[in-house]
């Protein structure tokens, strides 16, 4: 099993900033791709970013066109820990963001079906 402990999650005003942690443990694998989701009220789970590694193919990354040159994905092996930087936040970011895994693979996959481990979820809200 793999535990995900998101965190980071807030209020802030459009165009503004936030910076989403999530914290992996459990099982390990020599390939992994974590993502990032949201999910505003109403409405399915959507793909936001996602990050891949492995010792044969490095570290990928892959992002939704709608948050493509605001937000930023990011590993950090040390702490097994994964981030997404936002930027120039909008009221239409605002939704749950969900951490998410799957070991075994580097496949940079978009529907939240492929995805195995989940975290709770973060609140991020975007003013106007």
């Known amino acids: 099993q793999v535990q995900l402990v998101e965190s980071g999650g807030g209020l802030v005003q459009a165009g503004g900033s936030l910076r989403l942690s999530c914290a992996a443990s459990?099982?390990?694998?020599?390939?992994?791709?974590m993502g990032w989701f949201r999910q505003a009220p109403g409405t399915e789970r959507d793909f936001v970013a996602a990050i891949s590694w492995s010792s044969w193919s490095g570290v990928n990354t892959k992002y939704a066109d709608s948050v493509k040159g605001r937000f930023t994905i990011s590993r950090e092996n040390a702490n097994n820990a994964v981030y997404l930087q936002m930027n120039g936040l909008k009221p239409e970011d605002t939704g749950v963001y969900y951490c998410a895994a799957r070991l075994g693979s580097v496949g940079l996959t978009t529907p939240a079906r492929d995805y195995v481990y989940w975290g709770q979820g973060t609140q991020v809200t975007v003013s106007s």
């Open positions: 459990g099982r390990t694998s020599s390939s992994v791709v």
